[in-house]
């Protein structure tokens, strides 16, 4: 087993259990806090993302560590990102299509990434040169390659309306089938071939790093807005696409 193959396997593993964590407040109107970008928070957050360090912490001790709730430890060039639950408001609202979000980066590019839907019982998993999986059974993008008969997710449209009006105006056009989204199944939904496109506005590293790895195992692209490669540094409006061609016709939209 290569290194790349039992930090998957590993982090697979750490997921499940912290999986159990957050299942465990899930429909169950935990204490909910305000942070000062004015994003909810809840116990299930912070104490489903302190199963995710301590696993990493025993698995792993030399690497470094940055989540959402509690930032930064450690250093070096070898790191995991953890978004513990992507979706709070999905969460709070007992909506189950939160997810849990873990990469694993070395000198700041994705190795691999994990998408973990705990109320759905799925989890979404690639690496570099591994492929991708949902529940261990290989998945790919689909051959979409035209714009128009895509099945395309507008994600954080509210967002998108108030901050890039004539992007959105662009995309509530685009596309053969069009749903409003939020969070990081859309993604998944393309790594493994029933969704085509997704675009994606307002995120952090934490939100689409550890996605880009899946997508991009499963053979897809996911770029910011100007096509450039994820990294710490991007202002985080993503485009996420199936084929080349598909990514294309995406970026001459957004740049509208």
């Not at 998108?160 to 685009?174: C, G, N, R, S, T």
């Not at 939100?207 to 096509?227: N, R």
Request: proline share 5%; glycine share 10%; aromatic share 6%.
């Amino acid at each position: 087993m290569t290194d790349l193959e039992n930090r998957l396997r590993t982090a697979i593993g750490i997921t499940e259990v912290a999986a159990q964590v957050a299942m465990g407040h899930f429909r169950k109107s935990p204490d909910i806090e305000t942070k000062s970008d004015q994003s909810p928070v809840t116990i299930a957050d912070k104490q489903t993302e302190t199963a995710i360090r301590d696993g990493l912490a025993r698995a792993f001790p030399d690497d470094a560590i940055f989540g959402e709730e509690f930032g930064q430890s450690g250093a070096g060039s070898d790191m995991w990102i953890v978004d513990p639950i992507d979706g709070t408001r999905s969460f709070i609202a007992g909506l189950p299509l939160f997810g849990m979000l873990l990469g694993f980066l070395r000198a700041d590019v994705p190795q691999l990434g994990i998408i973990r839907m705990p109320a759905l019982g799925e989890v979404y998993a690639g690496a570099i040169g591994l492929g991708a999986t949902c529940n261990g059974d290989k998945i790919r993008v689909s051959d979409c390659r035209d714009l128009s008969k895509a099945r395309l997710f507008i994600n954080e449209g509210d967002k998108i309306a108030a901050q890039e009006p004539e992007v959105f105006a662009q995309l509530i056009h685009a596309g053969d089938l069009r749903r409003l989204g939020a969070d990081c199944y859309p993604h998944a939904l393309v790594a493994r071939g029933l969704a085509d496109a997704v675009v994606d506005f307002d995120l952090q590293p934490y939100d689409y790093l550890p996605v880009s790895a899946v997508v991009e195992a499963a053979g897809g692209i996911m770029t910011d807005w100007q096509g450039q490669p994820l990294g710490m540094g991007s202002d985080g409006r993503t485009l996420t696409a199936a084929t080349p061609e598909l990514h294309a016709q995406l970026l001459e939209l957004v740049a509208t």
